[in-house]
């Protein structure tokens, strides 16, 4: 067994799958990275996975239209980002603690409408794989990269979109702005609030969609707590990437390649406990995290309500 995991189709296989299953990663952290550049921390990214994923899923099952699914999701992500937004930035909720509710609602709700509205597991054809002419022929490269399904492509395009918006345009300006000192903003007429509303409502969509990315383009199922964790190592995430999408997408990578070698362990029976092997990306994002606390400076107003004073 040892002999056939280091063979060049098992590991072809594995780099394959890890930049398939970097795609959840990569839009729920970099929709986490706009809300927390301008500086609000939303928690609840689990749960708006979880409420996009069964969306996404239960309306594909029902129209048999995948772009109605992720609209759909994308709707609700919007919804759910949005009254985290008012939460956060009208009621000055506390950050950390309005963010784990709305991962428990995400979690107990998506749970629900699983048990009402579908009772069993089920599948759906859900996106395809859309090889990229010329490039999908190449030998090695071909089969890891351009193989893809479509959200694959749109999340990895994503990282040097973001990196353009935040670094490059008046708006990415006026966030890192928001994010690092807001009385200074506002002073100069920029609206904190409308920012703020907008970089978490579309975390919101972009958790939603991740969340569209498990159930109807990488699983093509859903199930109760599919995400099993990975709304909070997407924010773990954040952290490991210093802020920047180029950072985040590096993080992804690591995980999710860590998570395919661990899948492959179990499907090749490598003599490994299981147990041991599925542990294996949660003990990573402790150790990024005890590694990176403290070495890299976030935005100075993360986490903290803005009052304007006057």
């Keep these: 067994m040892i002999t056939e995991f280091f063979s060049a189709t098992v590991l072809i296989g594995i780099l394959a799958s890890g930049i398939r299953l970097a795609t959840p990663y990569l839009y729920a952290a970099i929709g986490e990275t706009f809300g927390q550049r301008s500086g609000v921390l939303n928690l609840g990214v ?14 594909t099952l029902r129209t048999g239209n995948v772009w109605l699914g992720l609209l759909a999701a994308v709707l ?7 009254a985290m937004a008012f939460i956060s930035i009208r009621l000055r909720a506390e950050q950390g603690i309005s963010g784990i509710g709305f991962y428990l609602f995400g979690l107990g709700m998506s749970d629900l409408l699983f048990q009402k509205l579908l009772g069993e597991v089920k599948t759906v054809s859900g996106f395809p794989a859309v ?3 010329f490039l999908s022929d190449l030998p090695i490269v071909g089969e890891i990269f ?17 990196w353009f918006v935040l670094n490059k345009t008046t708006l990415g300006l006026k966030i890192r702005a928001v994010g690092e ?11 904190v609030a409308k920012i ?14 991740a969340g569209a990315a498990l159930s109807i383009a990488n699983l093509n199922v859903f199930q109760q707590n599919m995400t099993s964790g990975l709304g909070f190592i997407a924010v773990a995430l954040v952290y490991f990437g210093g802020w920047r999408p180029f950072g985040v997408m590096f993080g992804a990578l690591l995980f999710s390649m860590i998570n395919s070698l661990q899948l492959w362990m179990q499907v ?9 092997a599925v542990m ?17 400076r976030g935005p100075s107003a993360l986490s903290k309500p803005f009052v304007r004073e006057g």
């Design 46 to 59: 689990e749960g708006q996975m979880l409420m996009g994923a069964f969306t996404a899923f239960y309306v």
């Design 76 to 82: 609700v992500g919007a919804l759910m980002g949005l």
């Design 131 to 133: 090889e990229i002419p």
């Design 146 to 162: 351009f193989r893809q399904n479509l959200l694959v492509y749109l999340a990895f395009l994503l990282v040097p979109v973001a």
């Design 181 to 191: 000192n807001p009385q200074a903003a506002d002073t100069l007429g920029v609206s």
């Design 196 to 209: 703020r509303y907008l970089t978490v409502t579309m975390g919101g969509v972009f958790s939603a969609v």
């Design 268 to 276: 090749l029976n490598v003599p490994i406990p299981s147990d041991f």
């Design 280 to 296: 294996m990306p949660y003990v990573l994002t402790i150790i990024v995290l005890v590694l990176t606390v403290g070495r890299i």
